[in-house]
């Protein structure tokens, strides 16, 4: 099967910013769409997502650069080549790209292309895109790993820490997992009410996201929530430290305090014994590479360790965190590092090195579903999408439930 047409355009995701769609079309005339996801909590180290910059057209945030390097060089680039061969695929895109972080022609613009035609390739062979993108790897369902209160830059800065998150681990089955979650869901609503907290909508994930008056107030919240359903359920966090370290500290604002790296390992530490914590998301800033090792020492025996924009899905940091003993996981996030092969190609890195990978959306989705079958052809074992709330999250989770159903 030969990629015969390439197209691409400008859309919005879930906050009202462009992102870029593509559509592949096939020799037998298949034809299938991917959209490119776009994030808020962003590492310095991640691939270049191109953006307009013009004023009068989305607040400077417009794709139509990226869109036209679609239609433009990037379609000329795989044009006629063997759609099977993503590998390959993917290599043309990058070549024609030509930079380190795919900043000439736009991570969005590649990545949306590498997509869509692994799609169109599934949907010719009519086989599903989990099975289709899975290659050799054991595939499996994913335990969600799921938003329930959020801070940081997907509530307007209510408190540092982003994410407080639930993993279900104690709950066999998908469907069984994902009903447990909402429960929960619900639930921290009421501990919510009954405290005063009061929401008036959902942060960028879906999460719940009230003044808090501490960090830690959103972990009290959430292990309520989890008591009173009586659930085996543990927490994760997404600290996503980056975004509030100045000068080699960690400026807890809302709390009025600075930490240093073994202040904040301290925290975690503390915290970790007094509540059901189980993950830990960039705990420290991204480029903290002594602080990293010394948290990893403490905590790495008892706590999965997570790097999001410490790692970027960077084959190259990675390879770096492995060797020096830094973290024990990788959020892998496909625009960060640009194409589907490079995306594989990190998840089997980790995987080798005795790493987990999480397999994550951004807080800027859209209802493509695409992540879901990755996250079950990978193997990886856990994906984090945001929370059951809002058409982008629930396309994800409700593809998920299908795909059990599949494998039943």
Known sequence: MKIQAIHGWEILDSRGRPTVAALCELSDGT????????????????????????PLWYAGKGVGRAVAHVNGELRQAVLGLDAQDQARVDRALCEADGTPNKSRLGANALLAISCAVARACAASLRVPLWQYLRGQRAAAMP??????????????????????????????????QLEAIVRVHATAKQVLDERGLVT?????????????????????????????TG???????????????RDGEYHLATEGRVLSAAGMADLLADWSERYPIRS?????????????????????????????????????????????????????????????TE???????????????VISARSGETEDSFLADL?????????????????????????LLEIEADFA
């Not at 965190?321 to 640009?338: D, H, W, Y």
């Not at 079950?376 to 989770?397: N, W």
Request: glycine share 12%; net charge negative; aromatic share 6%.
């Open 31 to 54: 034809r299938a769409q991917a959209h490119a996801p776009s994030g808020a909590s962003t590492g310095k180290h991640e691939a270049h997502e191109l953006r307009d910059g013009d």
């Open 343 to 357: 995306t594989f190609a990190v998840i089997d890195q980790a995987r080798a090195a005795g790493y987990g990978a």
């Open 143 to 176: 335990l969600p790993m799921v938003n329930i209160l959020s801070g940081g830059l997907h509530a307007g800065g209510n408190i540092e820490f982003q994410d407080f998150l639930v993993m279900p681990h104690g709950v066999a089955g998908y469907r069984q």
């Open 231 to 245: 659930l085996p359920m543990s927490i994760a966090l997404d600290v996503a430290s980056s975004h509030f370290y």
């Open 200 to 228: 008036t909508g959902v942060a960028d994930e879906g999460g719940w996201g009230p003044r808090f008056r501490s960090n830690e107030q959103a972990l009290e919240v959430l292990t309520e929530a989890i008591g009173r």
């Open 375 to 399: 996250a079950v052809a990978s193997g990886a074992g856990q994906i984090k999408i945001g929370s059951i709330t809002r058409s982008e999250r629930l396309a994800k989770y409700n593809r």
């Open 280 to 340: 830990v998301e960039d705990a420290l800033e991204e480029d903290d590479w002594a602080g990293w090792r010394t948290l990893t020492a403490q905590l790495g025996g008892k706590l999965q360790l997570v790097g999001d924009d410490f790692f970027t899905t960077n084959p190259e940091r990675v390879a770096r965190g492995i060797r020096e003993g830094c973290a024990n996981s990788v959020l892998v996030k496909m625009n960060q590092i640009g194409t589907l």
